[in-house]
């Protein structure tokens, strides 16, 4: 398929690698133009002029989206380079996974100011266009942990439910401006963050092989099966779909005994 996002203009957050990437690919193969941020320069101004030179509409910025500042500017210049935004999509997160008692002050800050302030700062700066604009679209990349809980990662989960209560309660504030505002909710995904995870244990084989078995097809998604999710809550094919969250897990969070 293509074109699906003709004419869309997409900021995305968190874009240098993992889910962001896929979905910044998936977005381009679909015809949108994207506006890239994310805080690993570097990367970012590698992926966005590989994409660039393969024919896309490409604007990139270096952001720390906990910054207000510096996200209003990336927008500004979104608009300079593209056209007035109609989508935004939330992806850059972090783990910040602790036992609650030993989880730091500097901890706790920095997995809401990622995950929660710098999500909120993103809608905050875009939402006036889309509004004046007559409407379009934000996707939170929330997580399974916006709903269930693993134990020992607190305080991520705490910051993803309160994402998906950002999502249900923007979604109800501007639904009549013509803005849909919804959540998809990964679960298990084969990024460096899911790496990372695995090599903070003790034997990272194991705990890759336990990870695993708890899925119901005995393997967890890759990101292009989150953009594909992303590409069809971001398009005009779902238009009535607001306020909500959808699961892509592989059927991971409804078994009761995992
Ligand atoms: N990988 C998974 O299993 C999984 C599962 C559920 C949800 N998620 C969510 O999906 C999103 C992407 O996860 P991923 O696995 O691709 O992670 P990742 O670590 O591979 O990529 C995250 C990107 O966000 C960027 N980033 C981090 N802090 C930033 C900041 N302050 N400002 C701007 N950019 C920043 C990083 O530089 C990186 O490029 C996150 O919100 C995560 O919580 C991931």
Redesign the pocket.
Known sequence: MVNRLFNKRILV??????????IAKACVAEGASLFL????GE??AHEAETLKAGGANIGHQI????DAAQVASAVRRAGDELGPLNALI??????VFAEPLATSDADWQRCF???LK?AWNCCKAVLPGLIEQGGGAILN?????AFTIIPHTFP?PLA?HALLGMTKSLGLEYAARGVRVNAL??????????I??WNSFPDPEAAKAETMKLHPGGR??S?EE?ALAAVFMISDECPFMNATCLTIDGGLSVQQHP
């Open positions: 957050t968190g874009a240098a690698q993992g889910i962001g990437l896929a941020v994310d805080i690993d990367r970012l952001v720390d989206i906990v939330n992806n850059a997160g972090v783990n100011d990622i995950n710098g990349i929330a997580s399974t942990h991520y993803k909710a990964p679960g298990y995904v084969a990024t460096q963050k899911v990372d995870y967890i998604a990101p989150i």
